[in-house]
C-alpha cells in the first residue's frame, strides 16, 4: 500500500525545503519538491542603484554570499560594458576559489556525511586498525592511532553525559548504513578535522574580502583592494604570502583527505552509483577568467543533453549569447501571478500569490528554469561531465583517479556513466574541489607575478549611460549555475531577476508537468523504512541543498512576522 512521507526541513543548517514522497513496495514511486519560504531581494532592488546591488543580494543567503556578490558586479559589468583590470579579475577568482572550497568541505562533511557514516558505531572502532587502513589509502598525517584514540574516546564522553551534541538526531543504526566501525572511526576523525580545514579557507576570504561572510571588497569595475607592496594597510607581500600558505593546507587537505573519503565511500556503497541519476540534461558556467574581458576562462562550462557527453557545447564568454538567450522560468507549479507563465529573465517578474499547498496544483515558492525549454540538473556534476568531455585537463586527471580509486574500494571496474547518481555527485564536488584548490595556487602565483611586474591598477572608472541598458553575470557557485539579471534605467534598478542553482534543481513541475531535478532523482530510490526516510535524504542532500537563495523572505515595512524563541 502506498504511504505518503513528508520531510520538512529535509536540511542540515537551510531549512525551507519540504520533501514530500509517495513510497510503495519499498521505492519512491512519486515526489514533489517545495519552497517553503518566499524570496524578495528582487522587488527590495527595484529603483536602487545598482553599484549597491552586490551588497543586497549577498543577503539572500548567510552561506552563498560571495557568490550573490560577484554574479552581481558581472551582471552590472555586462550591462555597462566595463572591462576590469587584470589584478580584479585574479583576486575575485582567488575569492571565489576559496569560498568554494570552504563550502565543498563543510557540504560533504558536516551536511551530508552523516546520512552514510553511523557515528554511534564508531565507539566500537579500533584505532589501530583504522590508523591502518587510513595508511594504505592516504598519507594524511591525521591518520595516527593516538589522534583516532583521542576522537573515540572523545566521542565516548559525549555519549556517556547522554549528550551527543553535533551529532544529535542521526539515523543511527539505520538498515542502510553499511559502514564497518573502523571506517565510522576515521570519518568521525575527519569530520572534526574538516571544521579546522574549512576555517582555513574562511580565513583567505576574509583577508581578501575584509570580512566573511559578506565581503566589502568588491566593486563595479574592480575590487576595492588597494595594492601597496610597501603599506602595511594595503594588500602587500605579507598578507598574499599568508594567502598562500592556507591556500597550500587546504589543498593538502582536500587532495589526501576529502577525495580518499568520497572514493572510499562510493566504494563501499557502490549500489548508490546506481540511484539518483534523474534529470540527466547539464547546465554549468565557465569560470576563473584570466583576462580583462571575460573571454578566456580557467574553468569550461556548457550544456550536455540526454547524459550524453557527445553532446557537449561550451559557453564562449561572459556575453554568450547561447547562454543569454535560452534561459527561462516558468511558474506554472509556483506560488506567483502573472499575465504569462513563462518568461525570459529580463521581462521576470517576482509577484507572490500564496495558496494552500496542492500537488494537482501550485506547490512552491521556487520558480522552474528552463533551458532551451529543457529540464536541467547544475552543480559540480555538471561542471565535471562538462570538463570531462571537453578535455578539460585537470577535471579528467582528478575524475580518472576518483573512478580508479572508488572502483578499486568496490572491486569493480567504474566508468563515467557510475558520475550520473546520488553518489556520483558527491565524487564529482571532490574532484571539483581538487580542481579548485590545485588552479587557486596558480592564479595566486599569476597575481604576484603581475603586482611583481609593476601593475597595481586594481579599478575601472566609469560612467553610466542614459536610457535602459540589460545586462546578465553568471558565476559557477559550489551549488551551479548562477545568474544575476539586471535591466538599469537612467543609472536606477529598473529591473532584477536571479537564477539561482537551487532554482535549477529544487524547481517544481512545469507547465509540461515535467518534474525537477529533485524530484526526478527520487524516482526508484529506495526506502527501507519509512520512519526513517534516510534514502530519501541521502540523495537531496547530494545535491547540496540551500534554499534560501530560491526563496528568501525579508519584510521591507519592518513588520513583525514572527516570534522564535531559543534555547
Not at 505518503?4 to 514511486?29: A, F, N, S, W, Y
Not at 568520497?262 to 565557465?286: C, D, E, F, Q, R
Request: proline share 5%.
Amino acid at each position: 500500500m502506498a504511504q505518503m512521507i513528508t520531510i520538512d526541513p529535509i536540511t542540515r543548517i537551510e531549512g525551507h525545503l519540504r520533501i514530500d514522497v509517495e513510497v510503495d513496495r519499498g521505492k519512491v514511486q512519486k515526489s514533489w519538491s517545495s519552497g517553503q519560504m518566499w524570496r524578495g531581494i528582487e522587488k527590495i532592488l527595484e529603483g536602487r542603484d545598482p553599484r549597491d546591488a552586490w551588497i543586497f543580494t549577498q543577503r539572500i543567503c548567510g552561506v552563498c554570499t560571495t557568490v550573490h556578490a560577484i554574479a552581481s558586479v558581472r551582471a552590472v559589468e555586462n550591462a555597462l560594458d566595463i572591462e576590469i583590470p587584470l589584478n580584479a579579475q585574479l583576486i575575485r577568482n582567488l575569492l571565489v576559489s576559496v569560498h568554494a572550497l570552504h563550502d565543498h568541505i563543510v557540504h560533504f562533511y558536516h551536511l551530508s556525511a552523516l546520512d552514510w557514516v553511523d557515528v554511534v558505531s564508531a565507539l566500537d572502532g579500533n584505532p589501530k586498525n583504522a590508523s591502518k587502513l587510513a595508511e594504505s589509502l592516504s598519507a594524511w598525517p591525521g591518520n595516527s592511532v593516538k589522534e583516532l584514540q583521542a576522537v573515540k574516546d572523545k566521542l565516548a564522553g559525549f555519549v556517556s553525559r547522554g549528550q551527543l551534541g553535533i551529532f544529535t538526531n542521526g539515523y543511527w543504526g539505520h538498515p542502510a548504513m553499511k559502514l564497518h566501525p573502523d571506517v565510522n572511526l576515521l570519518a568521525v576523525s575527519h569530520y572534526l578535522q574538516a571544521l579546522e580545514y574549512q576555517k582555513k579557507a574562511n580565513q583567505v576570504v576574509a583577508i581578501l574580502g575584509a570580512k566573511t561572510p559578506n565581503i566589502q571588497n568588491l566593486a563595479v569595475g574592480g575590487v576595492a583592494n588597494a595594492i601597496n607592496l610597501d603599506n602595511e594597510a594595503t594588500l602587500n607581500m605579507a598578507k598574499l604570502y599568508a594567502v598562500k600558505g592556507l591556500l597550500e593546507e587546504v589543498q593538502q587537505f582536500v587532495e589526501q583527505v576529502f577525495l580518499v573519503d568520497v572514493a572510499a565511500i562510493a566504494g563501499m556503497y557502490a549500489p548508490w552509483l546506481s540511484y539518483g541519476a534523474g534529470v540527466t540534461n547539464y547546465l554549468s558556467v565557465p569560470d576563473l577568467p584570466t583576462d580583462t574581458k571575460g573571454t578566456v576562462f580557467e574553468l569550461p562550462g556548457g550544456t550536455i543533453f540526454n547524459g550524453d557527453l557527445g553532446t557537449t557545447r561550451q559557453f564562449e564568454s561572459f556575453d554568450d549569447p547561447y547562454f543569454r538567450d535560452n534561459i527561462t522560468e516558468n511558474i506554472t507549479r509556483a506560488w506567483y501571478e502573472d499575465t504569462e507563465a513563462t518568461r525570459h529573465p529580463f521581462q521576470g517578474q517576482t509577484n507572490p500569490a500564496y495558496s494552500e499547498l496542492d500537488h494537482d496544483g501550485k506547490y512552491s515558492w521556487v520558480k522552474a528554469p528552463r533551458f532551451d525549454d529543457q529540464v536541467m540538473q547544475v552543480g559540480p556534476l555538471a561542471a565535471v561531465l562538462v570538463g570531462f568531455a571537453g578535455g578539460h585537463e585537470p577535471t579528467q586527471r582528478w575524475a580518472t583517479w576518483m573512478l580508479k580509486t572508488a572502483g578499486s574500494v568496490a572491486g569493480a571496474k567504474l566508468g563515467p556513466g557510475v558520475l550520473h547518481s546520488t553518489l556520483g555527485r558527491h565524487a564529482a564536488r571532490a574532484i571539483r574541489a581538487a580542481v579548485i584548490a590545485e588552479t587557486a595556487v596558480g592564479h595566486w602565483q599569476r597575481l604576484v607575478e603581475n603586482i611583481g611586474g609593476g601593475d597595481t591598477t586594481s579599478f575601472t572608472p566609469w560612467e553610466y549611460p542614459k536610457g535602459e541598458v540589460q545586462g546578465f553575470g553568471f558565476h559557477e557557485a559550489p551549488r551551479g549555475a548562477l545568474s544575476h539579471w539586471v535591466v538599469i534605467e537612467d543609472g536606477k534598478i529598473k529591473n532584477y531577476q536571479c537564477v539561482v542553482p537551487s532554482t535549477w534543481n529544487a524547481g517544481p513541475r512545469d507547465d509540461k508537468d515535467r518534474m525537477g531535478p529533485y524530484e526526478a532523482s527520487l524516482i526508484d530510490n529506495p526506502v527501507a523504512d519509512p520512519e526513517r526516510p534516510l534514502e530519501v535524504l541521502r540523495t537531496i542532500h547530494s545535491f547540496d541543498p540551500c534554499l534560501a537563495c530560491a526563496i528568501h523572505t525579508l519584510d521591507p515595512d519592518g513588520n513583525e512576522v514572527s516570534k522564535v524563541r531559543t534555547l
